[in-house]
């Protein structure tokens, strides 16, 4: 039976501002100051988590949203030994409770994980301990497919409720409650079922992601908070310094440049796509006299948690690894965060390089980014949700309609990162943060990412014209060919490949031939991510390769005829070209930057020291 939450009117109360929570008046107040200390080896507090301890130990229910490496374990973690009884804390990765524990043991605090592949008599036994009098464990990590489906966990539970032995309830990356987000975990859906059945038991639910699709209403509803206090801060990382790079066919030596010049023998992370990908660009890296390894979700745990070790002691410097690895790694020093090829989502992207520099310092978030990686991921998208479903008991009822619609934020989900590499004028903080909900002002980046360190300044224009001759020539050539082949049509090329299919006789043949290559086929991916083109993926069966295949989509591309829809986008101008004064058009707050009617505005060009400044970044 999958349980279903009422509907609650939801209702928060804001907790950032309050001055309540920062009080030393407390009766725990001398407590904290000394077990933070003295447990967990902490000078201080980070921003919120007093606030966030004292509103969760007053007994209300807590929604924390605090970026990656914010500090949101000791949250609970402080309370959980200050408090009589235990909190049962749900968590859903093994590598982030496998994480969590090394800090446990190190911290020597009491506590006990429960999951599936466990020896039955070890669950046994944790189980019965739960009930003792004496029970030792300050602490019960679970995942949640444990509580949706053992009945002897939620009996015992049942037990240490009434013997008000059941501290506090956490659910750890509460957002994976979500369905538009993009770490949705059906079984988190049912964590409801804690608060209707333990309601004075206070809940703390914490997650690194908000934005505009994974809504707090929806997570505080689905987990049937009362009356619930939110602690939101800040998204943006002023450390971490972000760029985007071309990837080439040397991607490889490019990386093994950036990281000799810019951060040798320091700790990073590459981000790879597939586990061959990990264990290609570890072995290169190694080659080029690295300590790389890798670590991907097809290696046993054994081996997994052995990589994690090395990289804990320092043994390893570099890992090349799937988004398996690393929610809630616990690094303080690293230095780099790669992304050898796309990242499926703006809050993946944001949550993985926010594993750099969690100690404040300065690290840098490069992401190597060509378009074909989009067609790649796109393929892998459509397996990995037909996998998910095919795993997922308790949620079949509607597989088909969900597995549909999961896709769909999906690929939305990674239209909207490839929109933001495409982008090569705008802040990447103001576009990552617009993202999350949060206003930002581009000249607080300081300079601290690619865009706005560039000399370049640039220009908004309307290229409506251009786009309606791309879906004319798509219309001529009928729905068959690749974006490559409609470029090197509209480029007027006369290769074997366009005489062959007689494309040199088109009166749209060579339409573009004045314009700089990149500018045409940035128009043409932009038609594709405002879904008015349509790119069918199909693998062939000879070889296994994914090619792609151009069509309309008739009732979007008709209002770009009609007018309706205008496509301006932005473009650099080089330095030489803009000595005069330029024209600029504020951006557009919505994760695709085209703009519709902004008005101009004129911005001096930036001076000389500017120039130096980028060219060393
Ligand atoms: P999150 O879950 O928010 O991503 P973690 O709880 O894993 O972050 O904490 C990230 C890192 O910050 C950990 O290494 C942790 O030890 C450290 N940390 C947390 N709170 C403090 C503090 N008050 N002072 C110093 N370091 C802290
Ligand atoms: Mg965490
Ligand atoms: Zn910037």
Excluded at 85 to 101: C, E, R
Excluded at 157 to 175: C, G, M, P, Q
Excluded at 212 to 229: P, R, T, Y
Aim: charged share 25%; glycine share 6%.
């Amino acid at each position: 039976e999958v349980f279903t939450p009422k509907l609650l009117e939801v209702q928060y109360i804001e907790g950032s501002g309050d001055k309540r929570w920062r009080s030393a008046d407390f009766t725990w107040a001398n407590k904290l100051e000394t077990y933070n200390r003295k447990v967990f080896g902490n000078h201080s507090f980070r921003p919120n988590q007093r606030e966030v301890i004292n509103a969760t130990m007053s007994g209300h229910d807590v929604f924390v949203l605090m970026p990656t490496g914010g500090g949101k374990s000791l949250t609970y973690q402080l309370p959980a030994l200050i408090s009589p009884g235990i909190t049962l804390v749900v968590s859903p990765l093994v590598s982030l409770i496998q994480d969590q524990i090394m800090h446990l043991l190190q911290a020597n605090i009491p506590f006990a994980y429960l999951s599936a592949n466990m020896e039955w008599v070890q669950q046994q036994e944790i189980l019965r301990e739960l009930l003792s009098d004496a029970c030792k464990y300050k602490l019960l990590y679970v995942y949640p497919e444990k509580v949706a489906k053992s009945d002897i966990l939620l009996r015992q539970l049942d037990a240490l409720y009434s013997r008000e032995s059941l501290a506090r309830i956490v659910i750890d990356e509460a957002h994976c409650v979500s369905q538009w987000g993009h770490d949705f975990r059906p079984d988190y859906q049912g964590l409801g079922i804690l608060k209707q059945k333990y309601p004075a038991t206070p809940v703390l639910a914490l997650t690194a992601t908000a934005t505009a699709s994974v809504k707090e209403e929806d997570v505080v509803q689905a987990l049937g908070l009362k009356n619930c206090i939110i602690f939101r801060q800040s998204f943006n990382r002023s450390n971490l310094w972000y760029s985007v790079v071309p990837k080439t066919k040397k991607c490889l030596d490019d990386i093994d440049n950036f990281i000799k010049e810019n951060h040798f023998d320091e700790c990073g992370i590459i981000y790879c796509l597939s586990r061959m990908d990990c264990e290609k660009v570890a072995e290169k890296l190694q080659e080029c006299g690295h300590k790389a390894s890798f670590y991907h979700g097809s290696m046993d745990p054994r081996q997994r948690s052995f990589v994690q070790q090395q990289w804990s002691k320092d043994e390893v410097n570099i890992i090349c690894a799937t988004v398996a690895f690393g929610m809630g790694i616990n690094k303080p020093d690293v230095r780099f965060v790669i992304h050898h090829s796309l990242p499926k989502s703006i809050e993946g992207y944001h949550q993985e390089c926010g594993r750099a520099g969690r100690d404040g310092l300065r690290s840098s978030c490069v992401l190597y980014y060509n378009y074909s990686d989009y067609i790649r991921v796109k393929a892998m998208l459509g397996q990995g949700v037909a996998d998910q479903s095919a795993y997922t008991p308790g949620s079949r009822r509607n597989v088909v309609s969900t597995t549909d619609r999961i896709l769909e934020t999906n690929i939305e989900n990674l239209l909207c990162m490839v929109n933001y590499c495409e982008n090569d004028s705008e802040c990447r903080r103001l576009l990552q943060l617009i993202h999350f909900g949060e206003k930002f002002n581009a000249s607080d980046c300081q300079k601290t990412c690619d865009n706005c360190s560039k000399m370049l300044n640039s220009v908004a224009r309307n290229v409506s014209g251009i786009a309606r001759q791309l879906v004319d020539l798509v219309k001529l050539t009928g729905p068959q060919y690749s974006m490559a082949h409609i470029m090197e049509v509209y480029r007027g090329s006369l290769s074997m490949n366009v005489k062959k299919y007689r494309h040199d006789t088109l009166s749209l043949h060579g339409a573009g031939k004045h314009m700089p290559k990149g500018e045409a086929s940035r128009i043409l991916r932009h038609l594709v991510i405002k879904d008015i083109l349509v790119e069918d993926v199909k693998k062939s069966d000879l070889y296994g390769t994914v090619s792609s295949i151009l069509r309309i989509n008739e009732s979007k591309a008709c209002k770009l005829y009609s007018g309706e829809q205008e496509i301006i986008l932005r473009f650099c101008t080089t330095a030489k070209s803009s000595k005069s004064k330029l024209e600029f058009a504020p951006s557009e707050p919505s994760c695709f930057t085209t703009m519709s009617s902004a008005p101009n505005t004129t911005v001096q060009m930036q001076n000389a020291a500017d120039l130096n400044l980028s060219a060393k970044l």
